[in-house]
């Protein structure tokens, strides 16, 4: 069916959304009186100008990363995860509970424990929608959305009620142990003699993210159990027809989405906070279903509109900081980018299509 | 715009097309197409799946628009911008897959989109005389407050033929009418379009069944790669002849066979039922057998459990009752029913609905070449890793094998044609070497070169002493291919025959429902 080179569908095409998003953006931003060309070079210095600013912005990338990896395995088999935000909730939950149960010695001992934690209590937070979706029919958009309002209830029942320090007037957890403490990109690029800013957040845990959509990739593409998922996602009859258990497929996939998702909490709340607060997620689950549609539901893909993501994100707190551009433009402009390559993906395939037609009907 | 075309002169043809031609992209659907359709006949149009016969009624109707060429109606020139237009200027179609809102009665089905005003009950009053008038006219009685749901698809053909009639249709175009009629239900439905005929109305016949081309049109008309290539008497020309301009070469229609030697009892059926989700049942205490090197046939009309029956013997549906595989015993309602086990335990399934079940349809051919069978340690590089080099090089030469075009394992599996698609599914099943094949609709929507492809390469796994479940809704293919035939009527085995031993009478009527006389 497909009139087009793959070049053109997989880059030109986010391109010129993303182009279109841009100059819509520069229009409301003229609107309200300010000036969209200071505007993006505050924005680029800012989230890509230096160490410092590379700093935020790869670490807001991590958590998209983790959210975005969660969306895409999920949609293989056609379910929509909307869950990712009470599964990160929860992976913050588990990693808290590692991270204060000993007295860790090193990091290296404490990271794989945490991020085991992270990814059990993210994949527990999906199997109950996952089965109620896999065994009653219950339909997973629903059950996701009403899981991140009991996922943000249950974190503030117990850090008011359980995890707070008695003492403390502030709902979240002691401050983690020293030992596990994780090494900035600072320190990880301290010794190849790459000089990173000491003050950023972004930790190994972008490392980790780097080996999920690694992980990702040969999940969905090169193992039995992807190839399952995305059969049962394009259909579920020839699924049954090829001996193919919908109910086991649908519940591994949803496990490895929240286990996805809950691994996020490795970045902000081992790595960033170094304790458990409320909304440690901040809404990163919601950009992750941008992300992975933005990114077509491919690692590469992901990784790539993960970074983009993260520039907008931390982009927008600098024009927040430095200028009269309110931050709630900002989400204006990731609601643009989100319409323009998600929703309406089809204005720009279009023409695009026929362009190229008329191009190789001229050739012939 | 459309001209009024209700006026011509009599003596002009009641269709005419001048050099229609339509491309989608670098595929040209139709080219400098001409026809004369004769006011007040019956003309065939055939040609094989994708020859264009499609796109050029959708022209004909509205729904595309022709690049070239001009379309007279009695005469005049007309420009079809959509169905309205086609409506307006007089010609009603028939699709295949009918276009009824199902919880409404005939009536309201009728009159949808032809209300006269904000209220319903003029209208519907006015639909139901005319109504009276057209069943009595064209012996086409409908319970003109029956809902669709619960009428038959028989019945629901004559509410399609009655909405065009109703909206004054001079011109009838049926695509493929009777791929879901019993072959009573189809005569009936020729006797209504030779009525219509009579009465000076104009039909459009599109079909693949020569018998049918044979038997009820006056011209007939062949279409092969988007061309017209010939526009023939019924009277002088005969099947034969006729297949040969579809394909563009000589065709065996006959399916030429040996005679069977059936050995041990492969499969035993005994006593299987099968209750839906709504309660209904859909078989009833069916008991069959099948034996190494015979193909055994199951006749119905569509819907009368034998999909159900090869779901069941697939593992894709719970039942009760005994099935035995050689002797042992098949698990049909606990963990082990599955596509995995019965395919473990030498059963291989071509499944009635490719697209929907036999293969992944946005899926490389090469990774559909494994489908059902993905778990097969011989095809996983390390535990839960597909060998995806192993499984591609293996897929390019099965397809060679079966004469796949293209022979290409990167292609997506909806990229082939009809047939194609179909060979890949049966080079897959085929090639795993079963004990048991189960093959429902082999030919459904295949070109004619591709059929005498596939119908050999079923008669060779017989031949290799492998048995054989053949459910088809083609009469024809069951009588040329079966050794024996069990009849299917509402989940019942109606009766058995040995192929050589009946004829289409015979089963028709038992397709019906009548109880042969014991076997």
């Known amino acids: 069916m497909s009139q087009m080179p793959k070049w053109a569908d997989l880059v030109l095409i986010p391109l010129i959304s993303l182009i279109v998003a841009a100059l819509l953006s520069a229009l409301v931003i003229l609107g309200i009186g300010e000036d969209p060309v200071a505007a993006v070079k505050m924005m680029v210095t800012g989230a890509l100008g230096s160490t410092y600013a590379w700093g935020y912005t790869l670490y807001y990338a991590t958590n998209f990363i983790f959210t975005g990896l969660a969306v895409a395995v999920a949609f293989h088999a056609r379910l929509f995860n909307i869950g990712g935000e009470g599964q990160a909730t929860l992976g913050g939950l588990g990693v808290a509970l590692v991270c204060l149960a000993l007295p860790w010695p090193h990091w290296a001992l404490a990271l794989p424990v945490a991020a085991l934690g992270a990814a059990l209590f993210g994949a527990a937070w999906a199997a109950i929608p996952a089965w109620l979706q896999a065994r009653r029919g219950s339909h997973i958009v629903i059950t996701t959305i009403m899981f991140n309002f009991i996922a943000a209830s249950l974190l503030n029942y117990l850090l008011v009620n359980v995890l707070r320090p008695t003492g403390s007037m502030d709902p979240s957890t002691a401050r983690f142990a020293d030992g596990t403490h994780l090494p900035t990109l600072h320190d990880l690029l301290a010794p190849l003699g790459i000089a990173f800013s000491k003050a950023v957040p972004a930790n190994i845990s972008f490392l980790l993210a780097l080996a999920a959509c690694v992980a990702v990739w040969m999940l969905i593409w090169r193992s039995r159990l992807g190839y399952e998922i995305r059969a049962l996602g394009h259909s579920e009859p020839a699924a049954i027809y090829a001996g193919i258990r919908p109910v086991r497929t649908v519940m591994w996939a949803m496990l490895i989405s929240g286990a996805l998702a809950g691994l996020m909490a490795v970045n902000t709340v081992m790595g960033e906070a170094e304790r458990l607060v409320l909304n440690s997620v901040e809404g990163a689950g919601f950009i992750g279903i941008a992300v992975a549609l933005m990114g077509r539901n491919h690692p590469a893909g992901v990784f790539l509109a993960a970074i983009l993501f993260g520039f907008l994100y931390q982009g927008g707190a600098e024009l927040a900081l430095w200028t009269d551009i309110p931050r709630e433009l900002i989400v204006v402009i990731q609601a643009l980018v989100i319409l323009f390559t998600g929703a309406l993906d089809n204005m720009v395939r279009m023409p695009l299509e026929r362009l190229f037609l008329s191009l190789r009907k001229g050739r012939a | ?519």
């Open chain 2, 1 to 519: 715009m459309a001209a009024d075309a209700g006026t011509g002169t009599s003596s002009a043809p009641a269709i005419e097309l001048r050099c229609i031609s339509k491309a989608f992209g670098p595929v040209r659907a139709n080219r400098d197409i001409s026809l004369v359709v004769r006011r007040g006949t019956i003309h065939g149009i055939v040609g094989e799946n994708g020859a264009g016969k499609s796109t050029l009624m959708s022209i004909l109707y509205g729904f595309y628009k022709a690049d070239a060429g001009e379309i007279l109606i009695g005469g005049r020139p007309v420009q079809i911008g959509d169905s309205q237009d086609a409506i307006r200027a007089g010609i009603g179609m028939v699709f295949q897959h009918f276009k009824l809102v199902e919880p409404f009665t005939v009536l309201e089905n009728v009159i949808l989109g032809t209300e006269d005003g904000a209220l319903l009950k003029p209208s519907l009053a006015k639909a139901r005389g005319t109504l009276r008038q057209l069943a009595a006219d064209y012996e086409l009685e409908v319970d003109p407050d029956a809902r669709i749901e619960d009428l038959g698809v028989g019945m629901r053909q004559r509410v399609e033929i009655l909405k065009a009639l109703y909206r004054q249709a001079d011109i009838l175009i049926l695509d493929e009418p009777t791929g879901v009629l019993t072959p009573a239900e189809a005569d009936h439905l020729f006797r209504i379009l030779e009525n219509l005929k009579s009465q000076g109305k104009t039909i459009i016949l599109i079909t693949h069944k020569l018998r049918e081309i044979m038997a009820a049109t006056d011209t007939v008309s062949v279409m092969r790669r988007g061309e017209m290539t010939a526009t023939l008497r019924t009277a002088d020309t005969s099947p034969a002849e006729l297949a040969e301009l579809m394909v563009g070469r000589k065709v065996l229609l006959r399916i030429d066979k040996s005679p069977a030697r059936p050995g041990r009892r492969v499969l035993e059926i005994e006593k299987l039922c099968v209750t839906d989700a709504q309660g209904i049942a859909r078989l009833s205490d069916v008991s069959l057998s099948v034996r190494a090197g015979e193909i055994l046939g199951i006749a119905g009309v569509a819907g009368n459990g034998q999909s159900h029956l090869l779901e069941v013997l697939g593992g894709m549906r719970p039942a009760t009752g005994h099935v035995r595989i050689d002797g042992k015993e098949l698990d049909l309602s606990g963990p082990g029913c599955d596509g995995r086990s019965r395919r473990a335990a030498g059963i291989a399934h071509v499944p009635e609905d490719r697209q929907r079940e036999g293969l992944i349809m946005p899926f490389h051919a090469w990774e559909d070449s494994v489908f059902g069978y993905h778990s097969d340690p011989a095809l996983q590089s390390a535990p839960g890793l597909m060998d995806n080099a192993r499984i591609r090089s293996r897929a390019g030469d099965q397809m060679a094998r079966f004469d796949v075009r293209p022979p290409n394992p990167d292609l997506a599996a909806q990229s082939f044609s009809g047939g194609n698609q179909q060979k890949l599914v049966l080079a897959r099943e085929i090639e795993r070497n079963p004990d048991l094949l189960l093959v429902g609709q082999p030919t459904r929507g295949v070109d004619i070169g591709a059929i005498e492809f596939i119908h050999r390469r079923i008669l060779e796994l017989r031949d290799a002493g492998k048995a054989v479940l053949l459910v088809s809704v083609e009469l024809d293919e069951i009588l040329g291919l079966s050794d024996r035939i069990a009849v299917m009527c509402g989940g019942r085995i109606m009766g058995e025959r040995l192929a050589s031993d009946t004829d289409e009478t015979e089963l028709g009527l038992m397709m019906a429902g009548m109880k042969g006389k014991a076997a």
